[in-house]
């Protein structure tokens, strides 16, 4: 039996169609999840697509953090490890549940980014990183207006230290992330955060690459081999 | 009926572009005086009934769990019409306070060049 991986559709999201195909393609069985429904359907993974749940109002994710359905993920990836991906919006999500620390604010230079940007995998220690090399460089389309990663010093310090960056900017950052961070994980590993948009790179037809392929085949290996 | 107003700022640390591009662009209409801006959020909140101090704590709790991200930003919740410090004092009734503010910021308004 294949895995089950679950893919949250928020009123106002928009990538969470891309999401299940690049599951699919990975060669898991891609689950919709609905923002008002608390139960997760026996799914052994969860992916919190991008877009711009409840029209970004307030903050970005700030509403979608009360959904039903995030009260059920919360609780399952704090106490059975279940492995989340937040995707850009999904991203801003996971810190606004403080499952992720830190901050999404809006780009330093006020400007929409959509672009083709190269990254590196700084930690292939993660439920959704495992497929790479570590320090190895992916192209992936990026596209945010409020993308910029803040935290305090401390804070920083302590992702650096334990290897929680999972993946920087390379070759010009995009928003003015702090420390050109593009995404980073939990202490267990298991809930991964991503500015850029791997799911948009999984086909040679309408990516600029199929690096992206990696994050999904990283979460069904680990679920097979569970 | 009662209103409780909650004051949002970003944290002094976190940079603000917003603001930045704010106070760049007040220049170039003549406002020359002004230096920086920071951004912030303000929320009136209506309140059912009298305003205790259960129903502040609640506002409070609201403030810090939804209207504000206390990672970023800070909160201050007041009472009243937004004026800090709390209630407003007894036999000053609201309307005639925000129609001298008014008429104050009418006058200053009226004395500005025309840019």
């Known amino acids: 039996m294949t895995a089950r991986i679950g893919v949250v559709t928020f009123p106002g999201s928009l990538d969470d169609r891309d999401a299940v195909r690049a599951v699919t393609l990975a060669g898991a069985e891609a689950v919709s999840l609905w923002h008002a429904e608390p139960d997760l359907r026996g799914v052994d993974a969860v992916i919190l697509p991008g877009g711009f749940s409840y029209g970004d109002y307030l903050r970005c994710g700030a509403i979608a953090r009360f959904a039903p359905v995030m009260g059920s993920i919360v609780k399952a990836a704090t106490d059975d490890g279940l492995p989340v991906l937040g995707i850009c919006n999904g991203f801003q999500i996971l810190c606004e549940s403080h499952l992720l620390p830190g901050a999404l604010t809006r780009n330093q230079h ?53 290897g929680r960056v999972i993946a920087r900017y390379v070759g010009g950052n995009p928003n003015g992330s702090l420390r050109d961070i593009a995404g980073i994980t939990n202490a267990a590993g298991n809930v991964v955060g991503l500015m850029p948009h791997p799911e948009h790179a999984v086909e040679e037809l309408t990516g600029p690459s199929v690096d992206g392929l990696g994050f999904f085949t990283s979460v069904l290996q680990k679920l097979v081999t569970k | 009926m009662a209103r409780v107003v909650v004051d949002v700022m970003l944290k002094p640390e976190i940079l603000d572009p917003q603001g930045q591009a704010i106070a760049n662009a007040l220049p170039t209409l003549g406002f020359s005086a002004i230096t920086a801006v920071r951004q912030g959020k303000r929320f009136e909140v209506e309140i059912d009934g009298e305003l205790t101090e259960d129903v502040l704590a609640e506002v409070t709790r609201a403030a810090g769990t939804l209207l504000s991200n206390p990672v970023i930003e800070d909160f201050t919740v007041h009472a009243g019409d937004g004026e800090p410090g709390g209630r407003r004092p007894a036999g000053e009734p609201a309307g005639e306070e925000r129609a001298t503010v008014e008429a104050q910021e009418k006058a200053e308004t009226a004395a500005e060049p025309s840019a």
């Open chain 1, 110 to 162: 006020l400007h929409f980014r959509n672009r083709d940007q190269a990254l590196r995998i700084e930690s292939n220690d993660t439920a959704w990183t495992s497929a790479y090399e570590k320090d190895q460089e992916i192209l992936v389309p990026v596209k945010n207006g409020e993308g910029c990663y803040v935290a305090d010093e401390r804070t920083l310090d302590e992702l650096d230290s334990t």
